[in-house]
């Protein structure tokens, strides 16, 4: 039978806590999933998304779901993802670490006033052919 191992208001924070189950191949499953997504405003009335898995794996899971969740398993929708493997588009060749494009004064103006680090370019240098691109 399944046992309930932890309670969450919201069905992604339920599916964060399964991948790290899942993750040390413990079976979990989302209860009252679709309840809370017709109805989410209710959802803490209700106890909110219940996490579970089979009852002996029950104390095991409760071990794991201690553990902090690892940054890197949560989705950077802030920043998007960093490119890693881009190729240049002048002649496919590799491209080199990004970095940041203009002149050492210009950055050192640019964090002076305060503005946001996102507008200052960042650009790849291609290792084959020696063009610069704008890194995505
Ligand atoms: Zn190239």
Request: glycine share 8%; hydrophobic share 40%.
């Amino acid at each position: 039978m399944l046992v309930t191992v932890a309670t969450y208001s919201f069905p992604h924070e339920a599916h964060i806590a399964k991948g790290q189950l899942e993750a040390v191949d413990i079976p979990a499953f989302v209860a009252d999933e679709h309840t809370i997504n017709m109805q989410w405003l209710y959802s803490n009335a209700m106890g909110g998304v219940r996490l579970q898995v089979p009852e002996e794996f029950a104390a095991q899971a409760i071990e794991v779901l201690k553990e902090p969740v690892e940054m890197e398993h949560i989705p950077d929708s802030e920043f998007g993802p960093e490119p890693e493997s881009a190729v240049c588009p002048h002649c496919g060749g590799e491209l080199g670490e990004p970095y940041m494009a203009g002149r050492y004064p210009a950055l050192v103006g640019l964090l002076f006033l305060g503005l946001p680090l996102w507008r200052i370019k960042k650009v790849q240098k291609c290792l084959s052919c020696g063009k610069t691109t704008k890194a995505v």
